[in-house]
């Protein structure tokens, strides 16, 4: 199983960026899909999580009307756009599946390496 996390890099505060996790060996379909991330010095910690048809999201307070979570089960791939960007948004960015519907980092069963997203003032 392996959930590749691409997208991330450089962007000014005020910025955009779109990251992606492209799974394989795994049907994401049988999952609830999850971004996590980690910064410097800290825990690493729930950001958005999306039901497995996509109609459902739950994001973290600190990105809620930020960030957008959504999928292509087609593509086995899911995607987190990431607007409004602020330096305390630098992290290293990781996808996960999980077989629960919850926050709980815990509850995923499948993680991706990781993406870093720097967010400069």
């Known amino acids: 199983v392996q959930l590749q996390a691409c997208g991330g890099g450089l962007v000014q505060a005020g910025g955009s960026l779109r990251l992606s996790c492209a799974a394989s060996?795994?049907?994401?379909?049988?999952?609830?899909m999850g971004w996590f991330r980690q910064a410097p010095g800290k825990e690493r910690e729930f950001v958005a999580r999306i039901t497995w048809s996509g109609g459902s999201t739950n994001y973290a307070d600190s990105v809620n009307g930020r960030f957008t979570m959504s999928r292509d089960n087609a593509k086995n791939t899911v995607y987190l756009q990431m607007n409004s960007l602020k330096p305390e948004d630098t992290a290293v960015y990781y996808c996960a599946a999980s077989l629960w519907n919850d926050s709980e980092l815990l509850k995923y069963n499948y993680w991706g390496q990781g993406t870093l997203v720097t967010v400069s003032s």
């Open positions: 060996g795994l049907t994401i379909s049988r999952y609830i």
